[in-house]
């Protein structure tokens, strides 16, 4: 089957997302779909990457409905789980459309390492009391590997950005230098002012001056 991905993000941490609910499906005792947000619980949108069309469908349902197993673990930062969706009062909404596809328990746990949390991994079974004591410990060790993984996707990711805008930030200086004929301390002295006067971030405001040209500083000529 092939994952799916509702959101957009970083394409090393999602291929890292998309094999990890393949492989949830895969080797975890009664694991039909597997779903992974990423991300914590900082933002209205988050990141979500699934194994099938049932999985994306829960994580949309959840969305809508302002509830269901998923959004508490990331609002509560705890594992969840629910052994019988049929007999749980606590996601009448979301339930419902869940059982209609057939997943009758479901168990969240969070993908951390060390402080962080990277995300969180659920799992859908058809079967009731599914994800059984004994095998936790085979479970863990499978979300400790992905936790892992992620971490490391999640670096690269960030190396990437942070190179991604120092260079935009350079592009911009030159123009700058370019324009007024100003020494490279200037020219970034006069990107940073301008900037805070915005209330942006530096990079912000180079993006707007590769994309557009040196005329978005227009007012802001006094500081060069």
């Not at 957009?8 to 005792?29: E, H, M």
């Not at 992974?36 to 209205?44: E, Y």
């Not at 936790?147 to 996707?153: D, P, Q, S």
């Not at 123009?175 to 915005?198: D, N, Q």
């Amino acid at each position: 089957m092939d994952a799916q991905v509702s959101t957009p993000g970083s394409r090393d941490v999602v291929r890292v997302a998309q094999l990890t609910v393949a492989a949830a499906v895969a080797t975890v005792a009664d694991c039909v779909s597997a779903g992974i947000v990423l991300g914590d619980a900082t933002g209205d949108v988050l990141d979500h990457v699934a194994s099938d069309r049932r999985a994306t469908a829960s994580h949309l349902r959840q969305v809508s409905c302002g509830h269901g197993p998923t959004l508490d673990a990331v609002r509560g930062g705890e594992s969840v789980y629910c052994g019988d969706l049929g007999a749980d009062p606590r996601w009448p909404d979301w339930s419902a459309t869940a059982q209609r596809d057939g997943l009758v328990a479901v168990l969240v746990l969070p993908l951390s390492t060390g402080r962080v949390t990277l995300g969180h991994l659920t799992l859908y079974a058809e079967v009731v009391q599914a994800f059984p004591i004994h095998d936790t410990p085979r479970t863990l060790s499978f979300v400790e590997h992905a936790a892992a993984a992620l971490n490391a996707a999640t670096d690269v990711d960030r190396r990437d950005r942070a190179m991604g805008r120092l260079t935009t930030v350079w592009q911009a200086q030159g123009m700058i230098m370019e324009r007024f004929g100003v020494t490279p301390a200037r020219a970034f002295a006069a990107l940073e002012r301008a900037s805070h006067r915005r209330g942006v971030m530096p990079h912000r405001l180079a993006e707007d001056v590769v994309a557009v040209g040196v005329d978005v500083l227009a007012r802001d000529a006094d500081l060069v």
